[in-house]
């Protein structure tokens, strides 16, 4: 019996021995705490895209075809109603079906990001005046104008506070009795968007449409989509067919989601094939025929004016901008007059073809 509580009392001695050591062990684990959630980065969406969203225009897109930034006007076959369309080194330049009066972008040197804007030129007395500034058309860079044949709706590209991204699609109307033109309106989605968004162009003879856009390209690339103007504006309703399927058509996600029973889309692709295989007048073969140098012009024009608006900056420029200013000076003063050795050489061949002609 004694034996028996010697070993219930050593056992007893044992536990209580051991009771501390596992408490001090437990004390000295420090316990891992999991790390607090990450706070997941809320992005404000910009309310006019929303409320742009929300008014997404109805819109029958028929094609679609990437080209390269500098050389799409290719692909933009225009009825000579119409007028005719170019590009220079990135600039637009829009001329009227009468071939007097001419609207091309220009880069103001006067700005530090060189932004564009839009001047005026007319033929008068067998030469074009000299250009000045459209009035009318706010602040922000302005490129790629696209007169309406009713000679007062201008469509145009602006980047700058009422844009939602880079840029986006503008129209006015000139005001024949202010000389100026309307402010200008964002035409919305799915024309405009986050996106560079530069031409967009209405042939009302052929019934169709043309709009190029960077969206979704990469560097130095565009997608000029065709698509059938309508006749009068109509917005998708956001409660009948989904937001999300309402963001997928302003953005232009899938052109098919625009075809309908595909009839409609039928007929202009019809009309799309003949425009591309059409040949043009005997006016505009001539202006084709000689695009090279009226291109050469426009590239003239340009030049001169950047010139001139750069003297002016120089004039008002601080001392650390000056030598920066004249350096640009002197290099377009070269260039221009390469190029105008070049016109002149140009006009001598065209002269001399038409006299063995």
Not at 127 to 145: M, R
Not at 206 to 216: E, I, K, N, Q
Request: proline share 4%.
């Amino acid at each position: 019996m004694n034996r028996l509580l010697h070993h219930i009392a050593w056992g007893a001695f044992l536990l209580l021995m051991a009771l501390p050591a596992t408490g001090l062990a437990q004390r000295g684990k420090k316990k891992k705490q999991a790390p607090p959630p990450k706070k997941e980065e809320v992005v404000e969406e910009d309310p006019r895209i929303l409320q742009m969203m929300s008014a997404t225009q109805k819109v029958v897109f028929i094609d679609s075809i990437v080209a390269d930034a500098n050389s799409f006007m290719q692909y933009i076959p225009l009825s000579e109603e119409c007028g005719q369309l170019k590009q220079t080194g990135g600039l637009g330049m829009f001329t009227n079906e009468m071939g007097d009066h001419r609207l091309m972008a220009v880069k103001d040197n006067k700005q530090q990001q060189a932004e564009c804007r839009l001047m005026a030129s007319d033929f008068v007395g067998n030469e074009w005046s000299k250009p000045v500034a459209v009035k009318g058309l706010g602040k922000g860079s302005a490129n790629y104008p696209f007169m309406m044949p009713d000679g007062a709706t201008l469509y145009f590209a602006q980047k700058g506070e009422n844009s939602i991204g880079g840029y986006d699609i503008f129209v006015t109307r000139y005001d024949a009795a202010s000389g100026s033109f309307l402010r200008p309106e964002n035409i919305g989605m799915p024309f405009s968007s986050e996106a560079n968004d530069y031409l967009y162009v209405v042939d009302e003879t052929r019934r169709l449409g043309y709009f190029v856009t960077d969206r979704r390209q990469p560097k130095g690339k565009v997608c000029v989509y065709v698509f059938i103007p309508a006749q009068k504006r109509e917005s998708y309703d956001i409660e009948k067919t989904g937001e999300e399927k309402v963001r997928s058509l302003a953005a232009i996600s899938r052109i098919a989601d625009t075809w309908g029973n595909g009839q409609a889309r039928k007929e202009a692709l019809e009309r799309l094939a003949r425009a591309r295989t059409a040949k043009p007048s005997a006016a505009v073969a001539a202006t084709v025929g000689n695009s090279e140098l009226e291109t050469l012009r426009h590239q003239a024009e340009v030049l001169e004016k950047s010139l001139e608006l750069a003297r002016c900056y120089y004039a008002t420029a601080s001392e650390s901008e000056r030598q920066k200013v004249a350096h640009d000076i002197l290099k377009n003063e070269q260039e221009l007059e390469d190029l105008q050795l070049t016109i002149i050489q140009k006009e001598k061949e065209e002269r001399n073809k038409n006299f063995k002609e």
